[in-house]
Protein backbone atom coordinates (compact mmCIF):
# COMPACT_ATOMS: atom_id res chain seq x y z
CA UNK A 1 0.00 0.00 0.00
CA UNK A 2 1.33 3.12 -1.08
CA UNK A 3 -0.09 6.83 1.04
CA UNK A 4 0.06 9.81 -0.93
CA UNK A 5 -0.44 13.46 0.21
CA UNK A 6 -1.20 16.31 -1.97
CA UNK A 7 -0.65 19.18 0.14
CA UNK A 8 -1.98 22.60 -2.34
CA UNK A 9 -2.69 26.12 -1.08
CA UNK A 10 -5.84 27.16 -3.30
CA UNK A 11 -7.74 30.73 -2.84
CA UNK A 12 -9.44 30.38 -6.14
CA UNK A 13 -9.83 26.73 -6.75
CA UNK A 14 -7.45 26.05 -9.94
CA UNK A 15 -4.82 24.42 -7.76
CA UNK A 16 -6.98 22.25 -5.96
CA UNK A 17 -9.01 21.46 -9.57
CA UNK A 18 -5.37 20.07 -10.20
CA UNK A 19 -4.63 18.56 -7.29
CA UNK A 20 -8.11 16.52 -7.54
CA UNK A 21 -7.11 15.32 -11.11
CA UNK A 22 -3.61 14.14 -9.82
CA UNK A 23 -5.10 11.99 -6.90
CA UNK A 24 -7.68 10.97 -9.54
CA UNK A 25 -4.44 9.69 -11.89
CA UNK A 26 -2.56 8.14 -8.64
CA UNK A 27 -5.61 6.55 -7.27
CA UNK A 28 -6.18 4.59 -10.30
CA UNK A 29 -2.81 2.66 -9.39
CA UNK A 30 -3.42 -0.62 -7.82
CA UNK A 31 -3.00 -0.30 -3.61
CA UNK A 32 -2.92 3.50 -3.07
CA UNK A 33 -4.43 6.05 -0.95
CA UNK A 34 -4.38 9.52 -1.93
CA UNK A 35 -5.53 12.65 0.39
CA UNK A 36 -5.84 15.93 -0.77
CA UNK A 37 -5.13 18.74 2.09
CA UNK A 38 -5.97 22.62 1.16
CA UNK A 39 -4.03 24.96 3.65
CA UNK A 40 -6.54 27.24 2.87
CA UNK A 41 -9.32 25.16 4.59
CA UNK A 42 -6.43 23.81 7.27
CA UNK A 43 -3.42 25.13 7.71
CA UNK A 44 -2.95 22.26 10.11
CA UNK A 45 -3.38 18.68 8.04
CA UNK A 46 -3.83 15.99 9.34
CA UNK A 47 -0.10 14.83 10.97
CA UNK A 48 -0.83 11.18 11.24
CA UNK A 49 -1.47 10.91 7.36
CA UNK A 50 1.19 12.64 5.61
CA UNK A 51 3.91 11.74 8.15
CA UNK A 52 3.10 7.85 7.02
CA UNK A 53 2.27 8.95 3.58
CA UNK A 54 5.06 7.57 1.52
CA UNK A 55 5.09 10.37 -1.06
CA UNK A 56 3.99 14.44 -0.54
CA UNK A 57 2.84 16.71 -3.99
CA UNK A 58 2.93 20.12 -3.54
CA UNK A 59 0.37 22.55 -5.45
CA UNK A 60 0.88 26.75 -4.80
CA UNK A 61 -0.94 29.28 -7.59
CA UNK A 62 1.92 31.39 -8.66
CA UNK A 63 2.13 34.08 -6.47
CA UNK A 64 4.32 37.54 -8.10
CA UNK A 65 6.08 35.13 -9.97
CA UNK A 66 6.72 32.66 -7.71
CA UNK A 67 4.87 30.32 -5.08
CA UNK A 68 2.73 31.35 -2.76
CA UNK A 69 3.19 32.90 0.60
CA UNK A 70 1.28 30.68 2.52
CA UNK A 71 2.71 27.43 0.49
CA UNK A 72 6.29 29.06 1.91
CA UNK A 73 5.16 29.27 5.16
CA UNK A 74 3.49 26.19 5.44
CA UNK A 75 6.88 24.44 4.26
CA UNK A 76 9.05 26.52 6.25
CA UNK A 77 7.36 25.82 9.59
CA UNK A 78 6.40 22.46 9.08
CA UNK A 79 8.86 21.00 10.79
CA UNK A 80 6.45 19.01 13.42
CA UNK A 81 5.66 17.48 9.49
CA UNK A 82 8.17 14.75 8.59
CA UNK A 83 8.80 15.05 5.17
CA UNK A 84 11.94 13.33 4.87
CA UNK A 85 13.20 10.24 2.44
CA UNK A 86 9.74 10.63 1.20
CA UNK A 87 9.29 11.36 -2.63
CA UNK A 88 8.40 14.96 -3.19
CA UNK A 89 6.85 16.54 -6.14
CA UNK A 90 5.60 19.59 -7.50
CA UNK A 91 3.41 21.52 -9.17
CA UNK A 92 1.49 24.93 -10.09
CA UNK A 93 -1.21 27.44 -11.84
CA UNK A 94 -1.10 30.64 -13.09
CA UNK A 95 -2.64 33.30 -14.86
CA UNK A 96 -0.26 33.99 -17.23
CA UNK A 97 -0.12 31.57 -20.50
CA UNK A 98 3.12 33.62 -21.50
CA UNK A 99 5.72 32.55 -18.50
CA UNK A 100 3.96 34.09 -14.90
CA UNK A 101 6.24 32.79 -13.02
CA UNK A 102 5.54 28.91 -12.50
CA UNK A 103 8.75 27.05 -13.49
CA UNK A 104 10.54 29.19 -11.01
CA UNK A 105 7.48 28.46 -8.16
CA UNK A 106 8.50 24.93 -9.01
CA UNK A 107 12.19 25.09 -8.45
CA UNK A 108 12.08 27.29 -5.61
CA UNK A 109 9.42 24.64 -3.91
CA UNK A 110 12.09 21.77 -5.54
CA UNK A 111 15.52 23.39 -3.50
CA UNK A 112 12.91 23.71 -0.28
CA UNK A 113 11.88 19.96 -0.55
CA UNK A 114 15.92 19.29 -1.45
CA UNK A 115 16.50 20.87 1.85
CA UNK A 116 13.97 19.16 3.47
CA UNK A 117 15.49 15.61 2.78
CA UNK A 118 13.36 14.69 0.30
CA UNK A 119 13.08 12.85 -2.98
CA UNK A 120 12.06 14.54 -5.62
CA UNK A 121 10.65 12.99 -8.79
CA UNK A 122 9.14 14.73 -11.88
CA UNK A 123 9.03 11.61 -14.46
CA UNK A 124 11.16 14.24 -16.56
CA UNK A 125 10.67 13.35 -20.08
CA UNK A 126 12.16 9.48 -19.25
CA UNK A 127 8.48 7.87 -19.59
CA UNK A 128 7.54 10.03 -22.99
CA UNK A 129 4.42 11.60 -24.11
CA UNK A 130 3.19 13.63 -22.17
CA UNK A 131 6.31 15.58 -21.20
CA UNK A 132 6.52 16.11 -17.94
CA UNK A 133 9.39 18.13 -17.56
CA UNK A 134 10.49 19.80 -13.85
CA UNK A 135 6.73 19.36 -13.08
CA UNK A 136 2.81 20.81 -14.13
CA UNK A 137 3.09 24.75 -14.69
CA UNK A 138 -0.34 25.51 -15.88
CA UNK A 139 -1.98 28.15 -17.14
CA UNK A 140 -5.30 28.92 -15.80
CA UNK A 141 -7.55 29.85 -19.00
CA UNK A 142 -6.17 26.20 -20.52
CA UNK A 143 -6.82 24.48 -17.30
CA UNK A 144 -9.20 22.34 -18.07
CA UNK A 145 -6.86 20.66 -21.20
CA UNK A 146 -4.87 19.69 -18.88
CA UNK A 147 -7.11 16.78 -16.79
CA UNK A 148 -5.28 13.70 -18.06
CA UNK A 149 -1.66 15.31 -17.95
CA UNK A 150 -2.34 15.98 -14.74
CA UNK A 151 -3.83 12.50 -14.15
CA UNK A 152 -0.68 11.16 -15.95
CA UNK A 153 1.25 12.93 -13.63
CA UNK A 154 -0.35 11.23 -10.19
CA UNK A 155 -0.29 7.80 -12.00
CA UNK A 156 3.74 8.48 -12.29
CA UNK A 157 4.21 9.63 -9.35
CA UNK A 158 2.20 6.65 -7.43
CA UNK A 159 4.25 4.00 -9.25
CA UNK A 160 7.22 5.59 -8.42
CA UNK A 161 6.24 6.00 -4.56
CA UNK A 162 4.99 1.87 -5.22
CA UNK A 163 8.66 1.34 -6.68
CA UNK A 164 11.03 2.55 -4.02
CA UNK A 165 8.75 2.06 -1.08
CA UNK A 166 6.79 -1.08 -1.73
CA UNK A 167 8.30 -3.83 0.59
C1 LIG B 1 -1.57 37.84 -4.92
C2 LIG B 1 -1.59 37.17 -6.28
C3 LIG B 1 -0.46 37.22 -7.08
C4 LIG B 1 -0.46 36.59 -8.32
N1 LIG B 1 0.68 36.65 -9.09
C5 LIG B 1 0.71 36.01 -10.30
C6 LIG B 1 1.89 36.03 -11.10
O1 LIG B 1 2.93 36.58 -10.75
N2 LIG B 1 1.86 35.38 -12.30
C7 LIG B 1 0.73 34.76 -12.76
O2 LIG B 1 0.76 34.21 -13.86
N3 LIG B 1 -0.41 34.69 -12.00
C8 LIG B 1 -0.43 35.31 -10.78
N4 LIG B 1 -1.57 35.24 -10.00
C9 LIG B 1 -2.71 34.43 -10.45
C10 LIG B 1 -2.78 33.06 -9.77
O3 LIG B 1 -1.50 32.42 -9.76
C11 LIG B 1 -3.74 32.13 -10.51
O4 LIG B 1 -5.01 32.70 -10.63
C12 LIG B 1 -3.84 30.78 -9.81
O5 LIG B 1 -4.33 29.81 -10.72
C13 LIG B 1 -4.75 30.84 -8.59
O6 LIG B 1 -4.78 29.57 -8.01
P1 LIG B 1 -5.95 29.13 -7.02
O7 LIG B 1 -7.24 29.26 -7.80
O8 LIG B 1 -5.65 27.73 -6.67
O9 LIG B 1 -5.91 30.04 -5.84
C14 LIG B 1 -1.61 35.89 -8.78
C15 LIG B 1 -2.75 35.85 -7.96
C16 LIG B 1 -2.74 36.48 -6.72
C17 LIG B 1 -3.97 36.39 -5.84
Keep these: ???????????????????????????????????????????????????????????????????SWPMMQWIQMSGAYKLADKLGACFTTEN????????????????MLLLKGMVVYSSGTSLGRPFIHIGPALAAETLDQKADLCKTYGERLANKAHALFDK
Excluded: H
Excluded at 3 to 28: D, F, H, L, P
Excluded at 96 to 111: C, K, R, W
Design 96 to 111: SPDGGGGELAIMTMVS
Design 1 to 67: MSRISIIVYSQSGNTAKCAGWIAEGAAAVENTEVRIFNLKEDPNPDKDYINSSDAVIFGSPVYSANL
